[in-house]
């Protein structure tokens, strides 16, 4: 098995976080970029043949040799590689669901390189290490008590939504992974409570434990009897060791650096200059149909290629089309906000036009942001189809 030597972000994580934080979350005037960017696109397509390319999960690893895009179906359990460079189908990891190799219930997975897989199962409390040909190389459990206390049963989880982009992290240089933390003691996933609980927690592989819970909610997810009705937490790690933590319905990113946390304003043009909560009363239907037409932000990708963030912005969008029918959540348009690694907005995209692009994920890569072009709104039978998104300064 190969295990790559990278960065020094890692040790650099673990430092600061030895440290308490000194909160600097005052909330201040928040306004947004008046700086226009624009992007050319370049199309990659590839004809599908006999493989069945229905991926529920996707991840994309890139070398100094190789630009890989790594697909799981869920249905066949089976993660399909595609050379995004040649265009062609390289090979098919079967992940096993039954014998000494057995793997079951993958929530999200992370390729540290083709030889290392980490696949990570969610409730079932089981992290696993496999190799390209889907063998258990390691594997660990993970139900101790957080730092605070916590305990595993019935009290948190370590969660994974990576079709809204909160995924966990491997820091090779200390052997960790970041995670997202939820907590199950409330009878309302929503309590206003929740949004009082540290997000962040780093688990040791060699030393099986937690360290460093961490991160914070906005005070307007705090205060007050309105709910954000948001649990889903995007975090990115930069390769100075820094941890940017954002949010559905804020236009503030939480940046952790050093001993500091402290609020930035990232606000979109398109957003709201506050955001509208819903009673926490409210039926899941309201919040669904909030979610699906208002702005709000989608995610936050880390470009070390160029040491840039991205943030991605969800446009607000009428409920129904010129057909009388529901607009479905990917009919929107979108943004990309760009922050540079130190958490200034160097500005935001023309909106990238509605029903043609996934963008539950974007993945920069040396060549652009990789886009999927694969949406519930634009299924597309014979061939995977993705842009190179290239934002223009």
């Given at each position: 098995?190969?295990?790559?030597?990278?960065?020094?972000?890692?040790?650099?994580?673990?430092?600061?976080?030895?440290?308490?934080?000194?909160?600097?979350?005052?909330?201040?005037?928040?306004?947004?970029?008046?700086?226009?960017?624009?992007?050319?696109?370049?199309?990659?397509?590839?004809e599908?043949?006999?493989?069945?390319?229905?991926?529920?999960?996707?991840?994309?690893?890139?070398s100094?040799?190789?630009?890989?895009?790594?697909?799981?179906n869920?249905?066949?359990?089976?993660?399909?590689?595609?050379d995004?460079?040649?265009?062609?189908?390289?090979?098919?990891?079967?992940?096993?669901?039954?014998?000494?190799?057995?793997?079951?219930?993958?929530?999200?997975?992370?390729?540290?390189?083709?030889?290392?897989?980490?696949?990570?199962?969610?409730?079932?409390?089981?992290?696993?290490?496999?190799?390209?040909?889907?063998?258990v190389?390691?594997?660990?459990?993970?139900?101790?008590?957080?730092?605070?206390?916590?305990?595993?049963?019935?009290?948190?989880?370590?969660?994974?939504?990576?079709?809204?982009?909160?995924?966990?992290?491997?820091?090779?240089?200390?052997?960790?992974?970041?995670?997202?933390?939820?907590?199950?003691?409330?009878?309302?996933?929503?309590?206003?409570?929740?949004?009082?609980?540290?997000?962040?927690?780093?688990?040791?592989?060699?030393?099986?434990?937690?360290?460093?819970?961490?991160?914070?909610?906005?005070?307007?997810?705090?205060?007050?009897?309105?709910?954000?009705?948001?649990?889903?937490?995007?975090?990115?790690?930069?390769?100075?060791?820094?941890?940017?933590?954002?949010?559905?319905?804020?236009n503030?990113?939480h940046?952790?650096?050093?001993?500091?946390?402290?609020?930035?304003?990232a606000?979109?043009?398109?957003?709201?200059?506050?955001?509208?909560?819903?009673?926490?009363?409210?039926?899941?239907?309201?919040?669904?149909?909030?979610?699906?037409?208002?702005?709000?932000?989608?995610?936050?990708?880390?470009?070390?290629h160029?040491?840039?963030?991205?943030?991605?912005?969800?446009?607000?969008?009428?409920?129904?089309?010129?057909?009388?029918?529901?607009?479905?959540?990917?009919?929107?348009?979108?943004?990309?906000?760009?922050?540079?690694?130190?958490?200034?907005?160097?500005?935001?995209?023309?909106?990238?036009?509605?029903?043609?692009?996934?963008?539950?994920?974007?993945?920069?890569?040396?060549?652009?942001?990789?886009?999927?072009?694969?949406?519930?709104?634009?299924?597309?039978?014979?061939?995977?189809?993705?842009?190179?998104?290239?934002i223009?300064?």
């Amino acid at each position: 098995m190969k295990i790559l030597k990278y960065s020094r972000y890692g040790s650099l994580f673990l430092l600061y976080l030895l440290f308490s934080c000194e909160p600097n979350l005052e909330t201040q005037s928040c306004e947004s970029s008046r700086d226009v960017l624009s992007y050319s696109t370049k199309e990659i397509k590839i004809e599908t043949k006999n493989h069945q390319y229905f991926f529920s999960i996707d991840f994309v690893y890139e070398s100094a040799e190789e630009l890989l895009y790594y697909g799981y179906n869920k249905a066949t359990s089976v993660i399909e590689i595609i050379d995004l460079s040649s265009k062609s189908h390289k090979k098919s990891i079967v992940i096993q669901k039954e014998g000494e190799h057995q793997v079951l219930n993958l929530t999200d997975f992370y390729v540290h390189n083709t030889d290392s897989i980490f696949i990570h199962t969610g409730f079932l409390k089981k992290l696993y290490l496999v190799n390209s040909k889907g063998e258990v190389i390691n594997k660990w459990t993970i139900d101790n008590d957080l730092p605070d206390g916590t305990s595993s049963d019935k009290g948190y989880f370590l969660a994974a939504y990576p079709n809204v982009g909160v995924r966990f992290l491997y820091l090779p240089s200390s052997r960790s992974i970041l995670f997202h933390c939820e907590y199950l003691f409330f009878e309302n996933p929503y309590d206003k409570e929740f949004y009082k609980k540290p997000i962040l927690v780093e688990y040791f592989l060699e030393e099986k434990i937690f360290k460093n819970l961490q991160g914070n909610c906005p005070s307007e997810y705090t205060e007050g009897q309105q709910n954000p009705y948001d649990k889903k937490f995007p975090f990115v790690l930069t390769q100075k060791g820094d941890i940017y933590l954002g949010f559905t319905k804020s236009n503030y990113i939480h940046q952790y650096k050093a001993k500091q946390e402290t609020q930035i304003c990232a606000k979109s043009r398109y957003t709201e200059d506050n955001f509208t909560f819903l009673p926490s009363n409210a039926k899941s239907q309201q919040y669904q149909k909030d979610y699906s037409l208002k702005a709000h932000y989608q995610g936050l990708f880390y470009d070390k290629h160029k040491n840039f963030i991205y943030r991605l912005v969800k446009h607000k969008q009428v409920e129904k089309n010129d057909n009388g029918e529901d607009n479905k959540y990917f009919n929107a348009a979108f943004s990309i906000m760009v922050l540079d690694e130190e958490g200034n907005v160097m500005g935001e995209t023309e909106p990238f036009p509605a029903n043609q692009y996934d963008f539950s994920n974007i993945y920069p890569t040396s060549k652009g942001i990789l886009i999927s072009k694969q949406n519930t709104s634009n299924d597309i039978e014979d061939y995977l189809e993705f842009d190179f998104i290239m934002i223009l300064f």
